[in-house]
């Protein structure tokens, strides 16, 4: 029986690494390398794994309206209530 030669097993990594393990990689490698550094003023502490910040979500049925006393300071309404808005400088009702 022969034997296949020259011919490696693919490596089989996983491609889709998640964020935190990267982080940590880089982390480990950063500190690896001040550690062998020979300067003293350099120190690398690893920090916490960055959060990705949540994506602002709005909800569909807001509207921004201007009064029309007041435009230049508009409000954002659930477009339900447009029948009855008012003014966030002197409160007088309008509607839209
Ligand atoms: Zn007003």
């Not at 889709?16 to 490698?29: A, D, F, I, K, S």
């Not at 690398?44 to 960055?50: D, E, S, V």
């Not at 959060?51 to 807001?62: C, F, L, R, Y």
């Amino acid at each position: 029986m022969a034997h296949p030669t020259g011919t490696p097993a693919p490596t089989q990594r996983n491609m889709q690494e998640p964020e935190r393990v990267v982080h940590q990689t880089l982390n480990y490698e950063l500190g690896k390398m001040f550690r062998g550094s020979r300067s003293k003023d350099i120190s690398f502490k690893p920090g916490p794994a960055p959060i990705a910040p949540a994506p602002m979500v709005e909800p569909d049925d807001m509207v921004i309206v201007a009064s029309p006393c007041h435009e230049y300071e508009p409000i954002k309404v659930p477009e339900a209530h447009l029948a009855h808005l008012y003014c966030l400088i002197c409160g007088s009702e309008f509607a839209v």
